[in-house]
């Protein structure tokens, strides 16, 4: 079974080549917003091949703040979004093929409150991250990478575990 899934990310200019030693190339498309405005300053990268999604190397990332929609891995774990203002991020599951986050809606139409905080949760963060990669478009500073033993990042959502 393989552990590779279709990632598309969405990252400030400045910050394409911290991205670029991950295995994600350039795409010829405009950054977009959920509200369809064009994001100053980013561009989208693809990895089709993304080990494990990418989730250990980004979630360690500080500094760096971005947009990720990845693709199901069958067997192994459903499509998912993360999310990172370069101070926080969140996970969450998101709807087939879709970026947007996924709320479930059980037998009877019974709604977890948990899932829809979750939610609210993505959003929060998301609008923050689109600020800082809209930010990182007029300032000149360089980026960190931490190791992948620890992050400055606060995690929230649920575990892909």
Known sequence: MSDRCYSTLVCAERDK????KLGYGLEESHALSED???IPGAVV???EEASNGHYDELTNLTDIPFLLCNGS???VYGDHLIVSN????????????SNYPAIRVEFGGVIQNSEVDDARK?????STAVAAIKRTARQKT????NDTNSTDQSHTGASTK
């Not at 370069?86 to 093929?97: N, Q, T």
């Open 86 to 97: 370069g101070k926080e991020w969140h996970y969450s599951e998101a709807l087939h093929e």
């Open 73 to 75: 891995c069958p067997g």
């Open 142 to 145: 360089c980026p960190k990478l």
């Open 45 to 47: 990268m693809v990895d």
């Open 17 to 20: 080549d911290i991205f670029e």
């Open 122 to 126: 993505y959003w929060t963060v998301y």
């Open 36 to 38: 369809g405005n064009e």
